[in-house]
C-alpha cells in the first residue's frame, strides 16, 4: 500500500515525484534501464550510507534523476535521520542533509514517526529484510522503509522481478517475510 508523504512527495495514481528525481515506481524505461544498469544494489547503497553515520537504515530506495540512477537512503542514529543520495554508478554520495533531533521517534521522510527504542531493539536490519525479501521473490528490491502498526516494527519492501512487483512484509524482530 503506497502511502502519501506530507513533505513534498505527490503520490498520483502510483508514480512518487521528489522534486526533479522520480521514484522507479514509475516504471518509465529509462528508469528501469537506469536500475538493470546500476552497478550498486541497494543493500550496498545501505552499506555505504551506514558507513557515514552508523545507525540503522529506516528508508532506502533506486531513484532517477536527469536519467541516472542513484540511491536515496535514510539512516537513524540517537532520534536523528540523516539522508543520503548515493550514485548508483559509482557508490559515491553526492549529497547529505541532516532531518534533526527527535528524543524518542525517529520521523522519517513523509512524516512517519517510528519509536527510537524499538528501532534500536531490532534484530532484523533494513539490508537484511531487502536479502529475505529477494530470496523469497527471486527479483530485485527497489525500495524498503520500516513501518509501525500497532508498536509492532515491519519492514515495506517493494521487489521488481520481470515487469511485475510486488511488496511484501518482513517482520523486524525475527526476519519472517510475509508475501501475500
Not at 540512477?69 to 540523516?82: A, I, M, N, P
Request: proline letters at 1%; hydrophobic letters at 40%.
Amino acid at each position: 500500500m503506497l502511502k502519501i508523504r506530507a513533505s513534498g512527495i505527490a503520490l498520483l495514481t502510483g508514480i512518487a515525484i521528489t522534486g526533479a528525481a522520480t521514484a522507479v515506481w514509475a516504471q518509465s524505461a529509462g528508469q528501469i534501464t537506469a536500475f538493470a544498469n546500476a552497478k550498486l544494489s541497494l543493500v550496498q547503497a545501505i552499506d555505504v550510507a551506514e558507513r557515514q553515520l552508523p545507525g540503522k537504515a529506516v528508508e532506502a530506495e533506486f531513484e532517477t534523476e536527469r536519467d541516472s540512477g542513484r540511491y536515496h537512503v535514510q539512516v537513524s542514529k540517537d532520534g536523528e535521520v540523516t539522508q543520503y543520495w548515493i550514485d548508483a554508478g559509482s557508490g559515491q554520495v553526492t549529497k547529505s542533509e541532516r532531518q534533526g533531533r527527535v528524543e524518542t521517534a525517529v520521523k522519517v521522510l513523509g512524516g512517519d514517526t517510528i519509536n527510537q527504542a524499538a528501532l534500536d531493539a531490532s534484530k532484523t536490519t533494513l539490508a537484511q529484510a531487502i536479502d529475505a525479501a529477494e530470496q523469497r521473490i527471486g527479483g530485485k528490491v527497489m525500495k524498503a522503509e520500516v513501518e509501525q502498526e500497532r508498536g509492532r516494527l515491519r519492514y515495506g519492501v517493494w521487489v521488481l522481478k520481470g515487469e511485475n512487483r510486488k511488496k511484501v512484509e518482513v517482520d523486524a524482530n525475527n526476519g519472517a517475510v510475509k508475501a501475500d
